[in-house]
């Protein structure tokens, strides 16, 4: 596809087209016209970053505070399934077939659809404008709840945008395709299996990106508590892939074992810390590393943990009446995020442990055993106030199990973090 693509508005293009000589377009003319509102659609995808972030910086205030979720709902209720209908719709205006009977006619089907895919296009682009200037404005008293508000409508624009530089761009290259290696006065005679197999390529990315589209609106109507979940537990899986990949490095790179176990289970923590699992060396340096390795492996065991929600001992539980509530999860949501942070300024440190860098690694230590803590404190308020509730039908030994799980850890992960500090002669 060309790199140079016109900047010329679509409306524009097509009026300018249909003024000269309306009723005596020849195929070849229609053939390059399509061709550039396909590259003109193009462009507004590939440049909608950069001018949706202008759009977003010289537009006046004008919309309530409150209305993000608002913008939020229109564009995933009403402006995409409209996309989605002429995107399902696409292959069939385009179906060579269709030619048989009036040719000029499928020429203008064409190039109305293309027009109308273009201008709901721009109607994404201003609502994508909309949700962030009344992201900035939001001011709701209720802070979670505007956390998780502004962590939907993000995703939401993060989707819309992998949606329209993905598969849908892909559906467009397809239709250049299709339009620049065909000769539309052929089309007719159906002696060209090219044009047929573009067609059958163009039909399929055509219900890919449909159902691409489908998957968000679908998602877009999840509640706040469902969207804080998956958000937790993509971070929990982040954090797990991250944990493993240290642990698998620094085993390559210090101890020259590149095996490390893939998974770690209740009998490994007594084991991780006991007295008899690690003979010190006496290189402080040597010392703290695999140290620090075990606190690595703790901190991978906890969120390991707490991401099997199938798990026979889960620490967070899904049944109704043992649900967490929205800003339980959602402060579980910020420490967890902070844990992630911090591990990053752990792993940092941990392979300098000189003299010169022991205040460093020291404060990355603290930073990390203090945002531990917090996520510890926050699944044992969680625990509190299920057995504060009374119910019935709450399955106490299985909190008693979870706490005792998480005292457990707690105690093993105290123990260790203990024993890195004075490896570093603190």
């Known amino acids: 596809m060309d790199q140079e693509q016109p900047a010329r508005p679509v409306a524009e293009t097509i009026a300018s087209?249909?003024?000269?000589?309306?009723?005596?377009?020849?195929?070849?003319?229609?053939?390059?016209?399509?061709?550039?509102?396909?590259?003109?659609?193009?462009?507004?995808?590939?440049?909608?970053?950069?001018?949706?972030?202008?759009?977003?910086?010289?537009?006046?205030?004008?919309?309530?505070?409150?209305?993000?979720?608002?913008?939020?709902?229109?564009?995933?209720?009403a402006i995409l399934p409209s996309f989605q209908h002429k995107l399902r719709f696409l292959p069939h205006v385009l179906n060579p077939s269709n030619m048989r009977s009036d040719m000029r006619s499928w020429f203008e089907g064409v190039l109305n659809h293309l027009f109308a895919m273009h201008q709901i296009l721009e109607e994404i682009d201003s609502s994508i404008i909309s949700i962030r200037k009344a992201w900035e404005r939001?001011?709701?008293?209720?802070?979670n709840l505007r956390h998780l508000r502004k962590l939907k409508a993000r995703k939401i624009m993060v989707f819309t945008e992998a949606i329209l530089t993905g598969p849908f761009c892909d559906l467009l290259n397809t239709c250049n395709t299709f339009f620049n290696c065909s000769n539309l006065s052929t089309l007719s005679l159906f002696d060209s299996h090219f044009i047929h197999d573009e067609w059958d390529k163009l039909s399929r990315r055509s219900t890919l990106t449909v159902y691409h589209i489908d998957t968000l609106i679908h998602w877009s109507q999840k509640s706040m508590l469902n969207v804080a979940k998956e958000e937790w537990r993509e971070r929990v899986e982040a954090i797990e892939e991250l944990l493993e990949s240290l642990v698998e490095c620094l085993h390559r790179i210090y101890l020259k074992n590149p095996k490390c176990s893939a998974s770690e289970s209740d009998q490994d923590i007594r084991s991780l810390s006991g007295p008899d699992h690690v003979k010190f060396s006496d290189d402080d340096h040597v010392k703290f590393f695999k140290d620090g390795v075990l606190i690595i492996k703790l901190c991978r065991i906890f969120f390991n943990k707490l991401g099997r929600i199938t798990n026979s001992q889960p620490v967070i539980w899904v049944e109704p009446s043992t649900e967490m509530e929205l800003d339980q999860l959602n402060q579980l949501l910020k420490v967890t995020s902070a844990t992630r942070m911090y591990m990053y300024?752990?792993?940092?440190?941990l392979p300098y442990p000189t003299p010169i860098r022991r205040e460093t690694v020291v404060h990355a230590l603290n930073k990390l055993q203090m945002a531990m803590s917090d996520c510890h404190g926050a699944l044992d308020k969680y625990c509190n106030s299920l057995l504060e509730t009374n119910n019935p039908e709450l399955d106490h030994e299985l909190i008693a199990d979870g706490r005792l799980w998480l005292q457990s850890w707690d105690s093993s992960f105290r123990l260790v973090t203990e024993k890195a500090v004075n490896a570093t002669g603190r």
């Open 17 to 77: 087209f249909r003024a000269i000589n309306p009723d005596g377009k020849s195929p070849e003319e229609y053939q390059k016209i399509f061709k550039t509102v396909i590259q003109q659609i193009s462009h507004r995808v590939a440049t909608r970053k950069e001018r949706i972030h202008f759009a977003h910086m010289n537009t006046s205030a004008g919309a309530p505070p409150n209305d993000m979720s608002e913008f939020a709902q229109q564009l995933c209720l």
């Open 138 to 143: 939001d001011q709701d008293d209720k802070r």
């Open 345 to 349: 300024q752990f792993d940092d440190a």
